[in-house]
């Protein structure tokens, strides 16, 4: 079993930033991939971003150029930052990580952008 803790959420102002951390029980470094995925309320959740085991990335449409997801080996933690925010960026923000193709879910942390 793998436990991933998400920290970082809270209320913002629209146009600010916020840094999303997840830290992982078993080596980020020996994962396949790890991402972060969003769930307003009343939507399905859905991807935000993801990094997979060659450093390459994938965003959303709707965050790309305003979100970027990196991995610090040495924390073993992978990171949201979040700039520009917009209202509609409003959501329970979870990490996702994949080792031998199970995957684990955080608990979710929030993230309020609002004036």
């Known amino acids: 079993q793998v436990q991933l803790v998400e920290s970082g959420g809270g209320l913002v102002q629209p146009g600010g930033s916020l840094r999303l951390s997840c830290a992982a029980s078993?080596?980020?470094?020996?994962?396949?991939?790890m991402g972060w995925y969003r769930q307003a309320p009343g939507k399905q959740r859905e991807l935000a971003a993801t990094?997979?085991?060659?450093?390459?990335?994938n965003y959303a449409d709707s965050v790309k150029g305003r979100f970027t997801i990196s991995i610090d080996n040495a924390k073993n933690t992978v990171n949201l930052q979040m700039n520009s925010l917009k209202p509609e960026d409003t959501a329970v923000y979870y990490c996702?990580?994949?080792?031998?193709?199970?995957?684990?879910w955080g608990q979710g942390t929030q993230v309020t952008v609002s004036s």
């Open positions: 078993r080596s980020i470094f020996r994962s396949n991939a």
């Open positions: 996702k990580g994949q080792w031998n193709q199970y995957d684990y």
């Open positions: 990094i997979n085991s060659y450093g390459s990335t």
